[in-house]
């Protein structure tokens, strides 16, 4: 019932008084709450019922950061830790005061795991020259985005641990700094160091010299390699360091010709998304891009894309060129039209993940289309339909029948009967349908399975809600 949308405020401060944390734990971190609901949880004297409302993603984020100065460690660090979420769904960013205040006053082992995630873009854009020194601080981890007069700034500035970070950010660009102890140690750090720290002529050749790919694979993109080593790489046996070669920037003219024909498939569908390519060059190359990658949302760059590389991209011949232009948040409503009828699924899919003004139309028929990864996170994009999808009632895939759980019209009968469709995940929706008949709903309030789905159903009497209430008791 801590769930049922239709529960009155009174209902909902009764059940904020419960004395079962199970209770207040749904209530406070599972839902959108009334504002009067919303005051009680901030002042609950019970730690854990304020920790669940830190860690609430329906409600406001202003309302969470209310909680910043709570006096309880334990809370503050829930705040901080922010709501439980797939790292390809966003977090809405707290107000950019609180993040200020919480990194000026919060230890900073406090400030990890997802913090970072609760950061607007704007302040992440903004931290390098924010005045707050601590801020500041944070700001310099943007390094690698930074203007010169900005990093200057940064090795100059009155906070000695500013200019500090900013020092050690330096290191990265000298090659004298790198060591042979970058090979060493798990894949994850050494990866992370060969791609992106300026590389010693030492620890190239060590790479080079490693009996298996995977040291060359991870320098191929570095851009402090040589020339030589580029070369050598794109003639590498392994076609995976081949692939990883083919789209730098400064692969010359022969090698692209090269790599244009090599006799793996990937390797060639890499060189063909090279941009020093003509469409014509592209076209002239014999790759095929596959259907059945992971399309997903993905977070605002740092960065801005060149709005006329994105037309240039999404006017392309070339699917992963659209694909790119896709996910630009930002994209125009012509070129959004345009993708959104794209005949490759990877375009549409990652247009409708990630542009907020993606259409119903494209939603819905990306979802029917996909049954990839983060399939279902089409469904909480803004402009996902809801009207007429009881058409799919008796759809072979329960993901899509799903779908009629969704439909506010529903018919009754329908909804009743998915309430007995094999799959549990549609029984418990139909069960919380606001279409289902009211004697199937009672019957279920007895049911072992459905019985929590069925008290959340908005369209339970509040005279029942009350005796339930009352009941258990």
């Known amino acids: 019932m801590a769930l049922n949308p239709s529960a009155s405020e009174d209902v909902l401060l009764r059940l904020l008084a419960d004395n079962s944390p199970a209770v207040r734990m749904v209530l406070c971190r599972d839902r959108v709450l009334p504002d009067p609901v919303v005051e ?6 019970d730690t854990y019922t304020r920790s ?12 969470r950061a209310r909680l910043m100065d709570d006096p309880e460690w334990f809370v503050r660090a829930h705040l901080a830790e922010a709501p439980r979420a797939s790292l390809d769904v966003p977090i809405r960013p707290l107000p950019d005061r609180a993040v200020v205040h919480m990194i ?9 795991g997802s913090f970072f995630r609760q950061i607007s873009m704007g302040l992440k854009r903004s931290m390098p020259t924010h005045p707050v020194a601590k801020v500041r601080r944070w700001g310099v981890g943007s390094w690698d985005h930074l203007s010169a007069d900005t990093r200057a700034a940064l090795l100059a500035d009155p906070d000695e641990k500013v ?4 020092l050690m950010y330096t290191q990265w660009d000298d090659p004298a700094t790198s060591d042979l102890t970058f090979l060493e140690g798990g894949l994850h750090r050494r990866s992370y160091w060969l791609r992106r720290q300026a590389l010693s002529r030492a620890v190239v050749d060590s790479a080079l010299a490693a009996p298996d790919g995977t040291n060359r694979v ?18 590498d ?5 081949r692939e990883a070669i083919a789209g730098r920037p400064d692969l010359g003219p022969a090698k692209r010709r090269a790599l244009a024909v090599d006799p793996d498939p990937k390797v060639r569908l890499a060189l063909s998304a090279h941009p020093s390519l003509s469409e014509e060059e592209r076209a002239a190359i014999d ?3 596959p259907i059945d990658g992971c399309f997903h949302y993905m977070p605002e760059p740092y960065v801005l894309p060149n709005p006329e590389d994105v037309r240039r991209d999404a006017l392309s011949g070339h699917p992963i060129l659209r694909r790119r232009a896709a996910i630009d948040h930002s994209l125009p409503p012509d070129l959004v039209a345009r993708l959104a009828e794209d005949d490759d699924l990877g375009v549409r899919v990652l247009l409708a993940q990630n542009h907020p003004d993606a259409p119903a139309r494209l939603l819905l028929r990306s979802f029917l289309e996909y ?3 983060n399939r279902q996170d089409l469904t909480d994009r803004p402009n996902f339909p809801t009207t007429g999808l009881a058409v799919h009632a008796d759809h072979q895939d329960p993901e899509v029948r799903a779908l009629t759980a969704r439909d506010p019209e529903a018919a009754p009968a329908t909804v009743e009967r998915l309430t007995h469709d094999p799959d549990p995940v549609i029984r418990a929706a139909m069960a919380r349908h606001p279409r289902l008949p009211q004697p199937r709903l009672m019957e279920l309030l007895d049911d072992e399975e459905l019985a929590h789905p069925a008290a959340a159903n908005p369209a339970l009497p509040q005279e029942t809600i009350h005796r339930l209430l009352s009941g258990r008791q």
């Open 163 to 166: 200019r500090e970070y900013a």
């Open 371 to 373: 049954t990839g990864h």
């Open 218 to 235: 991870c320098i191929a993109p570095n851009p402090s390699l040589p020339a030589d080593v580029v070369i050598r790489l794109a003639a």
């Open 104 to 112: 000026s006053t919060y230890d900073n082992e406090a400030l990890g």
């Open 52 to 63: 669940f409302f830190a860690r609430n993603p329906h409600v406001d984020p202003a309302q």
């Open 40 to 45: 009680a949880a901030l002042k609950h004297p």
């Open 237 to 241: 046996p392994d076609p995976k360091v």
């Open 287 to 289: 790759y095929e891009v």
